[in-house]
């Protein structure tokens, strides 16, 4: 999408004047190739955090958040782009953004739904602040502190919006993280192919940037899920540090051969810090409209047959002799219980390191499982949600404690049970 430049030179000539350089880097395949890879590395190191030095979820956004700025504090003061101090802050916005979502539904019980509806609203009212203000919202025009600071606002918000959004697909409605990434990856390819055809560039670039946080996010479950639970089986650690090395890589790349440095050029009046506002920029806003109303009454309807289609699904709850048995407020939950006793008896035997890797499937069978079990008892599910965060902590925790283990599985194993969740 280099494109985007014509935003920003094609008027040049209407004054010498100079600007300082810019902040941000041009947008090329490295560009979104790192971008996705901050995503996963974002996510995987909320979980670290959370999960296996057991901070908890409050702890990790409050280390996320001094962290972050940080580093928006070296990104400001910077007089020029730098790939090693830019990178290293979309990363902490991935992490931060996704922190801020995890804590609506888990802390505050919000649902997915309102959270995704709650952050496009923000993010709508963060764009039409900022073209009001600065009449453009080409990441090409990012030279003065005020619209830097609209950017990183705009940025975070997207984030938050990508991870309630995804969340959404891949949980609530039952889709799978998966699917979801594949999803995700056919809709950022119809928006480049659309690019090539007239979409308005700026328009394109902020809806493929939010949707490849979900997919970023798709790609590393599905590397770091064990083969039982559908993925490669890598594991969260190994996932992270080669999606880290991909990320120092490309950020050595481009610190030595600069080509992601937009180059400097003039401002569009006499020293004025107002953006372009030439027909490609006015035009995109008939665009921005219909594709908006487009998403919405598509995103609107899928939601609701999906549901639906979920709503009106009979519950598999087979046992003996070709009858039924409700074995608990959300129906049949043995799978669950045979992860959970696996689990268990890995630990009894002394097996630490495949008792930690087997926990992981039922976070995995838990979350694809949850738009069909929720629905039929919410404070069963939170029961028994909160019974499987706690046993994954202590099982990843950095310095297991066997008895804390056992009896986080063995309460689990009396939540699985036929009184489950009450």
Known sequence: MTSQRSL???DDTL???RRPLSKVPEVTIFFWIIKVLCTTVGESAADFLNVDLNIGLTGTSVVTGVLLVGALILQFTASRYVPAKYWLTVALVSVFGTLVTDNLTDNLGVPLETSTLIFGVLLALTFLAWYLTEKTLSIHSIFTRRREAFYWLTILVTFALGTATGDLMAEVLGIGYLMT???MAALIAALAIGWRFGLNPVLAFWLIYILT?????????YLSQSPDAGG???GATLTSVIFTAGIIGIVVYFSATKVDVIPTASTYNTGTTTGPTGPTEQGGLVQTVVVVALILVTAGTGYFLRK???ESGTPGLASGAGQTTQTSPLGDLSKFRTITQDTLDRLNAGQQSSATSRIGDIETAWDDAEARLKPKDKSAWTAIDDKIDTALRALRSTNPDVNHER???TELLAGLGPNAGT
């Open 15 to 17: 004054a010498p004047v």
């Open 308 to 310: 639906s289609a979920l």
């Open 8 to 10: 920003v030179t094609a």
């Open 213 to 221: 946080r979900p997919l970023g996010a798709s790609i590393g479950d």
């Open 407 to 409: 009896t986080a599985l």
């Open 181 to 183: 990434g594949v999803i």
């Open 232 to 234: 490669l089986g890598l």
